[in-house]
T-cell receptor
């Protein structure tokens, strides 16, 4: 079983749609949680950290449920520029800060 | 401020040859990580340096892979001899601290033929 599981998609949505991605992780000792964005043939870039209280950054809302070991990302009012692969990532500081990646969910926003 | 830089951006080598990848982290970042993504799979951790010391090399696939970070600055990852299954994108990342944001380089796309 993978440590971080994501639906690979692709998610094909029209501009303006709301789309939600989900992710589960297996290591209950994980301490930090992130969503990274990766454009085609580019490096991963941090989109946002995820906190138990939930956090929002503009059109993006992230949520963490530690009891269920479940992480979500909601994108509202999708833009063409949101098309990318979204990576769910967890970090266990006790393991030196190495990041554990999900396979990524591909999003394609169409006009 | 310069980001994490990797060289080369692409490399095509024949099976059995040697390739050396280089990573220059952000200045002042003690933590340096190597990751790899093979086709169809998730990005996976290879190893972690703190300054010049290897903290964790649990992700290194086998002894054909050798990483160094002399002087605690740039790092190299050598694959010798390369095999077909070594093909993939090799990413380097650096961070100030293990709990801080990690910044990634643009990656080296390695193709072994």
């Amino acid at each position: 079983r993978k440590e971080v599981e994501q639906d690979p998609g692709p998610f094909n949505v029209p501009e303006g749609a709301t789309v939600a991605f989900n992710c589960t992780y297996s290591n209950s000792a994980s301490q930090s949680f992130f969503w990274y964005r990766q454009d085609c043939r580019k490096e991963p870039k941090l989109l946002m950290s995820v906190y138990s209280s939930g956090n929002e950054d503009g059109r993006f809302t992230a949520q963490l449920n530690r009891a269920s070991q479940y992480i979500s990302l909601l994108i509202r009012d999708s833009k063409l520029s949101d098309s990318a692969t979204y990576l769910c990532v967890v970090n266990n500081w006790n393991q030196g800060g190495k990041l554990i990646f999900g396979q990524g969910t591909e999003l394609s926003v169409k006009p | 401020e310069a980001g994490v830089t990797q060289f080369p951006s692409h490399s095509v080598i024949e099976k059995g040859q040697t390739v050396t990848l280089r990573c220059d982290p952000i200045s002042g970042h003690d933590n340096l990580y190597w990751y790899r993504r093979v086709m169809g799979k998730e990005i996976k951790f290879l190893l972690h340096f703190v300054k010049e010391s290897k903290q964790d090399e649990s992700g290194m696939p086998n002894n054909r892979f050798l990483a160094e970070r002399t002087g605690g600055t740039y790092s190299t990852l050598k694959v010798q001899p390369a095999e077909l299954e070594d093909s993939g994108v090799y990413f380097c990342a650096s961070s100030l601290d293990r709990v801080e944001e990690a910044f990634f380089g643009q990656g080296t796309r390695l193709t072994v033929v």
